[in-house]
């Protein structure tokens, strides 16, 4: 299994880099970024092969880059094709209405030539999702809105079907111990590192008994102070880079 950050900084990225957006063997985004269309292209990838998006909440910032995605599927993508018919799952109490939202921005009501009709997946705790090749549980976490509202919030454990490979990502999460239970024994924890200080996030990781914890969502600017912060906690802690890929 392949995983590669196509974004990795905070709300507004930094130059260069993009916001969280993981990309797992080239045909599942977990989160959109601000730009996943310009970043694919720039590792080559066609974002057509795209078969899917995985949202661990509907915040702006994580969802900006659906319209790239969208607009590109329905501009290039073939009648009946696959890249017609995505599948976006999340969190349902906001993935209809922001889907909806897109389509009406790319005026798909004036445009049908470029509608395209993704399959909609709403995931609540507890749900599993298989999607090209993968099994992706989702878990409930704890994230908190800027007015301190509870925003419904998943983390994920991911599992290749055919070679049993797993990671476990936080999504955007403050600190919430109970990870730890679904991300238990993993080889790679992809934690939130912006809401969730440091060291509580390699707390977690220790406690999970993973085998590395790379921690993203934070500015560069913030990188060697998260890595201060944790690795004292738990060793094996890496900070997520634009375009880092981990294969599994």
């Known amino acids: 299994m392949k ?45 057509l092969t795209i078969a899917g998006v995985v949202f661990s909440h509907m915040h702006q910032d994580h969802y900006l880059g659906l319209v790239q995605l969208m607009f590109i599927c329905g501009l290039q993508g073939k009648p009946g094709s696959a890249s017609r018919t995505p599948t976006i799952a999340g969190p349902g109490e906001h993935l209809g209405e922001v889907v909806e939202a897109c389509g009406n921005y790319l005026q798909f009501a004036r445009f049908p030539e470029c509608a395209i009709e993704p399959e909609l997946r709403p995931l609540s705790d507890g749900d599993v999702l298989e999607l090209a090749g993968l099994r992706i549980e989702a878990h409930a976490v704890h994230h908190v809105s800027g007015r301190h509202g509870v925003e419904p919030a998943l983390g994920y454990r991911v599992k290749e079907v055919a070679t049993g490979a797993e990671f476990a990502f ?15 024994g993993v080889p790679l924890l992809i934690h939130d590192g912006a809401h969730t200080p440091p060291e509580d996030g390699a707390a977690v990781a220790r406690e999970a008994n ?26 094996l802690t890496d900070a997520a880079t634009q375009f880092m890929t981990i294969e599994l």
């Open 170 to 184: 936080s999504g955007d999460t403050h600190p919430f111990p109970p990870v730890a239970e679904f991300a238990r």
């Open 210 to 235: 993973v085998g590395r914890l790379v921690l993203t969502h934070s500015p560069e600017a913030r990188r060697e102070d998260v890595l201060a912060r944790a690795r004292p906690v738990f060793p």
């Open 3 to 47: 995983i590669t950050f196509l974004g990795h900084t905070s709300c507004v990225p930094d130059v260069g880099a993009d916001t969280s957006c993981l990309l797992v063997n080239d045909r599942v985004l977990f989160d959109t970024g601000w730009a996943p269309v310009l970043r694919l292209r720039e590792l080559g990838i066609d974002p």
